[in-house]
């Protein structure tokens, strides 16, 4: 690296920084960047520049935003009565890329972990508890953190909590799991044990 | 996409135009900018939007720099009658890691390839036989363009260029190319024919 002049090796040290992207890929990101429009490469820097102080959490879901509440919380036409939670807003995302989903979410920013030092404080489940108080129009929590071992309790940790929540009140709030089974154009054969035991157990009349 | 933010959303769009980075690379990256000490990131922006005006080619071997000419060029210790041809800046690179080879360079930009349209005219060899003309103290030009079909027919065209270029003239310029063989490391029953192929032809006696 010693033969890069000291811009493109800065260059390369910071995205070497980023996940997945050893040295080399660095270098070709950097060199690639260099091929690239003048203006363009001004504005991508403007936008670097003021990222952090643009971005804010949605105060009601914890989506990203520019504004005080997500494009997806203000939507009008979606229903605010059902509640997706999400651990991060990348797989909001993607439950969003169909369409299929016409309710809000709730963005955790993580997923209880242990292992790691997460705990049930360091993530968003708190103003979701708060969040389901407040509103009465609540009808269904849909829990959609990742089916592994630290989405599963971070889920069963949810469900416990507004469960307990609202012990001995007349709210009747349902709560959901996304469903487990094949990924569709799946093949039995390199289907994974603990996929098709869930697969069996969730079967359906057909 | 459409329920991210605007900034967000632009720099994930310009990380996508970059080779190797898709959709949801690009939104990851996006989303781990974000979580980067905005000084960091303030750095990166000034480095981006001054890397066109800052980075030049070395007047003398096309590597990349910010003086006239690169480090390499202007190390005294180094070879300078030994230059090896090489496509790229990241392939000089790969040389230089292992600190093997004392010469000097000459980056092609490129390489020939009729079928994408790069003529020879159209990467950095006329310089390349001008500095080898203008320089009586080159003593040998190893050349080093990738072992694939359009390396190899730019790595013929530059010999063929050179000893056209020295018919009848007293210098007697060695030309090398880089050997080919079995990778270290490597398992016979993985390798393709044409390597073994070139390991039985360049065999040396042990």
Redesign the interface.
Known sequence: ????????K??SH?LE????IGE??A???A????R?P?N????????????????KLCSSCF????EEK???CLDKKRDQGMITVVE???D??SL?KGGIYQGIYHVLHGRIDPLNNIRPEDIYIEPLIKRIKNNKEIKEIILATNPDMEGEATAIYIREKIKNQFIGSQTKIKITRLAYGLPIGANLEYADYMTLKKAIEGRNEY
Chains 1, 2 share one sequence.
Do not use: H, Q, W
Not at 41 to 50: G, P, R, T, V, Y
């Open positions: 690296m010693t033969s890069l002049p000291l811009t493109l800065k260059i910071f920084r980023l996940p997945g080399k890929t270098n070709r990101l060199f690639y960047l260099l690239m003048e363009d490469l001004k504005d991508f820097a403007n936008m670097i520049a003021s990222l952090k102080s643009k971005i989506n990203f935003t520019e997500c494009e997806i991060s807003v990348l909001l995302l969003e």
